[in-house]
């Protein structure tokens, strides 16, 4: 009776203890850094209450009207912009640079596409920062677009 009874409590404790598992719900660091572009599907980020330079002088006032939003929809990461002038496409993907998920790469044929644009974030800030290198040809057009870029950016409210 004694063993009947041990062998019960043996087997009823290894089921408690397989029914425990060992799943790790933590997210990864690219999921993270998913996570504060998109709020786990789509984030709009604005310019208003936030500014844009180029090569450290204001030209917040060209880009007022400035947004971008970051999608994640399964495994598909897209963007679409407002107010994006010369610099950004209206739309494309977007994908991490590298490893640190310190960077991101936009598509498209837009001065900003193709290039690495530092990103740093947090939950109510966005930065995004790019140089747009000369491109040696003399035109106006690049000659307008070239140089050091800074978006700061903020969560538009909705």
């Known amino acids: 009776m ?15 203890f397989a029914g425990c598992g060992s799943e790790d719900d933590t997210p990864t660091p690219e999921e993270i850094a998913e996570q504060l572009l998109t709020a786990e599907g789509s984030l709009t980020w604005t310019i208003s209450g936030g500014n844009a330079t180029k090569d450290g002088v204001s030209i917040t006032s060209f880009y007022e009207s400035f947004s971008i939003t970051f999608t994640k929809s399964g495994s598909n990461l897209t963007y679409t912009t407002t107010g994006g002038g010369d610099l950004f496409d209206a ?7 590298g490893t640190e998920f310190e960077a991101i790469q936009l598509t498209g044929s837009r001065a900003a596409a193709g290039r690495e644009i530092a990103i740093s974030n947090s939950s109510t800030s966005l930065r995004l920062q790019f140089t747009v290198p ?25």
Request: overall charge positive.
């Open 2 to 16: 004694k063993a009947i009874k041990l062998f019960s409590l043996l087997t009823l404790s290894l089921f408690l």
């Open 91 to 97: 739309s494309g993907s977007w994908s991490f640079v």
């Open 134 to 158: 000369q491109s040696g040809s003399g035109s106006f057009q690049t000659a307008t677009i070239d140089g050091q870029y800074v978006f700061n950016l903020r969560p538009a409210s909705n």
